[in-house]
């Protein structure tokens, strides 16, 4: 299957958790909050949400400057 | 005294320098006469004078809000003239905020704007900000920001919060005290703030222009909430990058256990 990563195409082998899939990217969930199809996923729904064929998925960043 | 954003317009009183002044928005059928008396007549917080404070203070301002607090204990460095744009080469070593209170009165001395020099924390948030309405956060911590938005979601405030970062930038809506509006708070996108809170915008890196973009922005979206248009920002996120050239908005619903 395949998702769109940050605006590219990114396989993946098996369907997986947006837990999972953070600690395969090497990415500390506590920096990042996770936008699929367009909506921001609950931090606690991290572990029950799987990424879906053609889900479309933004790694944001926190930023905090002014 | 507190004045309501609800305050019926019939009782703010508009003068024909304001008329003059303000003609170009009163001639906006979606603010007219009504919308400029409750502009004139609000009361709007911004803590932080930086890159995002500074912009969204010279263009609310200009726009004709009678009433400001202003926040910030910082002094103008010279790194910091790239993009806060109220200093000037002579304002070096000078508070933020009275070097801002002053410029703000040149372009109408007739606006009120009491100054707060104080860091913003949990302890002293409420004296600051309780006779305000509408709370614009610029500060550049993610304590802070956090902060500040549980500070307006217990309190029933409007809150426009920005952050930028390099050539990016999020704008935030979360509009506490129309309860229709169903307005999720920061920690429904951060529940917490991460361990690295040194935003130090010069160290990182930042263009002039994402701070001046989303200032100006943070001033319409106060604007839209005053007047309480149709068409909100409260529920999504309005990511922009400069670098690329793109603005997006995200879904943004309430999810944390602040609203539980």
Redesign the interface.
């Known amino acids: 299957m395949e998702i769109q990563l940050n605006g590219k195409a990114y396989p993946l082998d098996k369907e997986c958790n947006i837990d999972d899939f953070l600690t395969k990217l090497s990415i500390d969930k506590?920096?990042v909050?996770i936008?699929l199809n367009?909506?921001?996923v609950?931090?606690d729904?991290y572990s029950v949400t799987k990424l879906a064929n053609k889900d479309v998925v933004?790694i944001?960043t926190?930023?905090?400057?002014? | 005294m507190l004045v309501d954003l609800a305050l019926p317009v019939n009782k703010v009183r508009i003068t024909n320098d304001q008329i003059k002044r303000y003609s170009g928005q009163i001639n906006l059928k979606k603010i007219s006469i009504t919308g400029q008396k409750k502009i004139i007549d609000s009361k709007i917080l911004i803590i932080?004078l930086?890159?995002?404070?500074t912009p969204a203070l010279t263009y609310l301002a200009r726009s004709g809000v009678g009433f400001f607090g202003i926040a910030d204990p910082d002094k103008v460095s010279i790194s910091n003239l790239h993009r806060q744009i109220l200093y000037d080469q002579k304002d070096l070593k000078k508070s933020k905020a009275e070097v801002s209170k002053k410029k703000i009165l040149l372009t109408n001395p007739k606006i009120k704007i009491k100054i707060f020099k104080s860091k913003i924390t949990k302890n002293n948030i409420d004296k600051i900000a309780k006779d305000y309405d509408v709370i614009l956060?610029?500060?550049?911590?993610?304590i802070s920001?956090l902060t500040i938005s549980d500070y307006c979601k217990k309190n029933k405030k409007i809150l426009i919060c920005?952050?930028?970062?390099k050539f990016?930038g999020?704008l935030f809506v979360f509009n506490f005290k129309e309860k229709q509006k169903k307005s999720p708070c920061l920690r429904?996108?951060?529940?917490?703030a991460?361990?690295?809170?040194n935003?130090?915008?010069e160290s990182?890196g930042?263009v002039g222009s994402i701070a001046g973009v989303m200032g100006v922005l943070m001033c319409n979206e106060t604007i839209k909430e005053i007047l309480n248009f149709k068409e909100s920002l409260c529920g999504k996120?309005l990511?922009i990058d400069l670098e690329k050239t793109t603005f997006r908005t995200?879904?943004?619903?309430k999810?944390?256990p602040n609203h539980l």
């Open positions: 506590t920096k909050a936008e367009k909506s921001v609950p931090k729904k933004e944001v926190f930023i905090g400057g002014g | 932080g930086g890159g995002l404070g956060d610029g500060t550049d911590s993610f920001k920005s952050a930028i970062n990016l999020h429904c996108f951060m529940p917490k991460p361990s690295n809170d935003n130090d915008c990182e930042i996120i990511i995200i879904n943004l619903h999810n944390c």
